[in-house]
């Protein structure tokens, strides 16, 4: 037996899972934090308080599970994509992360627009540079924060800079790295000729390896405080879309996800970098080295229903959230929700996009609103899905994946949205899990991917089908709502 550690940081909370290699999962810690908006367009995260958080989950492990804990014989790592963390001479930050919701460096993604055609950005990056890249906001702290940008010696991802705390190396890893905005995908390294032609420093980028390599092992200093066995592997790690990818066995061709977390994803496993030439979604390095990921994206997914919840309708919680959108009949009685809290993505790349209930009336309650916003979620990931589909990918059913995964109404609203059976699996932290499978691969202690994927990748017994009489609604109820946007863009 062996005890794998996975962690994965992602923009809402931290967790930290334990899985014993023949038993399975042991136990999930996870602890809740919040995101930071000193002004308008700014969103970041102070990269201390993530790696207080991790403290504080493995605190809580060792007390409770301890025989297991001292057991831990690799870690794994994954973590929200795109943020930017700057790192000094010693190691710590020079400022807060930047992180992926950020849209404060519109000025710097004009500059690279007008010095990048759309042609060699996909011929280079196969993807569109957006804001919240760390591109972007790397060229921001340097116009606008000079004296920060010169003690400025790496930059990293989230998840690179705890497992840095961990491991006292710097490193960066394919997956992220082909998230920042300034990689070259199919080359899977930096894209050297970019960064010559804005003058940034070559320096401050570190060398990229592939997510299942080991980068370090636990320090001593890491062992004091966290309890960690010293001298353990820690493997690089990879970004959280392709670690739930791992996490719900997709690794292979033939299978999509629909991944509803603090955002949304469509995404599918591809073994070339292919992408769209319109660049609405992204195609990414995957964790399984030589292969590729590509998905559409919504900014707001399980964060629109938390700001619905939350800060309007003040709903007590999610089985009441669950119980009143389930008394409103498909489609929300005319109610419908464009989930463009903080710009989009796919299809529309628009960082000025607004979010918007229209076709209230007096008869609309809580319950419909909940529904419209499950609804509108899920027509945005529609969107990504077709897109998918015309370039060749999809498959006969949906896995799926995220928070939303444990909510019967809104799986049944995706399988009759998105035309598909959905089923989602019974290990409900995917990410966390794919992190663990791909440590324990990585280190040699299972033989394989496939190996961890087929021992711990179950799912659940009930599939929920398309309802052919609430597919007929949505299918006019998502003409309306690709219709709003075409309408209301220029107000945005």
């Known amino acids: 037996?062996?005890?794998?550690?996975?962690?994965?940081?992602?923009?809402?909370?931290?967790?930290?899972?334990?899985?014993?290699?023949?038993?399975?999962?042991?136990?999930?810690?996870?602890?809740?934090?919040?995101?930071?908006?000193?002004?308008?367009?700014?969103?970041?995260?102070?990269?201390?308080?993530?790696?207080?958080?991790?403290?504080?989950?493995?605190?809580?492990?060792?007390?409770?599970?301890?025989?297991?804990?001292?057991?831990?014989?690799?870690?794994?790592?994954?973590?929200?994509?795109?943020?930017?963390?700057?790192?000094?001479?010693?190691?710590?930050?020079?400022?807060?992360?930047?992180?992926?919701?950020?849209?404060?460096?519109?000025?710097?993604?004009?500059?690279?627009?007008?010095?990048?055609?759309?042609?060699?950005?996909?011929?280079i990056f196969c993807n569109r540079v957006s804001s919240g890249f760390a591109f972007p906001s790397l060229l921001w702290v340097r116009e606008m924060e000079p004296e920060i940008f010169s003690r400025v010696k790496s930059i990293l991802c989230p998840k690179d800079y705890l497992r840095l705390k961990m491991t006292g190396s710097i490193g960066a890893e394919a997956v992220d790295a082909s998230s920042t905005g300034i990689f070259s995908t199919a080359e899977r390294d930096w894209a050297w000729e970019i960064i010559d032609r804005f003058a940034l420093p070559r320096e401050i980028f570190p060398q990229v390896f592939e997510s299942g390599e080991i980068a370090g092992t636990i320090s001593k200093a890491c062992a004091e405080e966290t309890g960690l066995p010293a001298g353990i592997p820690v493997i690089f790690g990879a970004g959280d879309q392709p670690a739930q990818s791992i996490g719900n066995g997709v690794i292979q061709d033939g299978k999509l996800i629909c991944n509803i977390g603090t955002g949304g994803q469509i995404s599918a496993f591809i073994k070339t970098p292919v992408y769209d030439k319109q660049l609405r979604t992204n195609t990414f390095c995957h964790a399984i080295r030589g292969s590729y990921t590509i998905f559409g994206a919504t900014l707001c997914g399980g964060m629109s229903m938390n700001w619905a919840k939350n800060k309007v309708l003040h709903v007590e919680n999610y089985e009441m959230v669950n119980s009143l959108a389930a008394s409103v009949r498909p489609g929300a009685d005319g109610l419908i929700y464009l989930p463009y809290l903080s710009g989009e993505r796919t299809p529309h790349m628009n960082p000025n996009a607004k979010?918007?209930?229209?076709?209230?009336?007096?008869?609309?309650?809580?319950?419909?609103?909940?529904?419209a916003v499950m609804e509108g979620?899920?027509?945005?990931?529609?969107?990504?899905l077709r897109i998918i589909q015309e370039l060749g990918v999809d498959a006969p059913m949906i896995i799926a994946s995220g928070g939303a995964a444990a909510s019967g109404q809104w799986l049944q609203i995706q399988a009759d949205i998105l035309e598909k059976p959905v089923c989602a699996s019974r290990v409900k932290e995917q990410a966390c899990l794919g992190s663990c499978i791909l440590a324990a691969a990585g280190t040699g202690i299972l033989p394989s991917l496939e190996a961890g994927c087929e021992r711990f990748v179950t799912m659940d017994d009930r599939t929920f089908l398309p309802d052919e009489k609430n597919t007929a609604i949505y299918r006019e109820g998502y003409e309306k709502y690709k219709e709003l946007y075409k309408r209301v863009q220029d107000l945005m």
């Open 1 to 123: 037996m062996a005890v794998i550690l996975g962690i994965d940081i992602g923009t809402s909370s931290i967790k930290s899972m334990l899985l014993d290699t023949e038993k399975g999962v042991i136990a999930v810690k996870a602890k809740e934090y919040g995101v930071d908006i000193p002004q308008k367009d700014y969103a970041e995260q102070n990269p201390q308080m993530w790696w207080s958080s991790l403290v504080e989950t493995l605190s809580w492990l060792k007390e409770q599970y301890k025989p297991a804990y001292e057991s831990i014989a690799a870690v794994g790592y994954s973590g929200q994509m795109h943020g930017l963390v700057l790192v000094g001479e010693n190691g710590n930050p020079v400022r807060p992360a930047i992180i992926w919701l950020d849209q404060r460096a519109g000025k710097q993604l004009a500059e690279i627009q007008s010095l990048i055609s759309k042609e060699e950005m996909g011929n």
């Open 355 to 371: 979010g918007m209930f229209f076709g209230m009336i007096l008869r609309h309650g809580q319950g419909h609103f909940l529904r």
């Open 377 to 384: 979620v899920t027509y945005s990931l529609k969107d990504s």
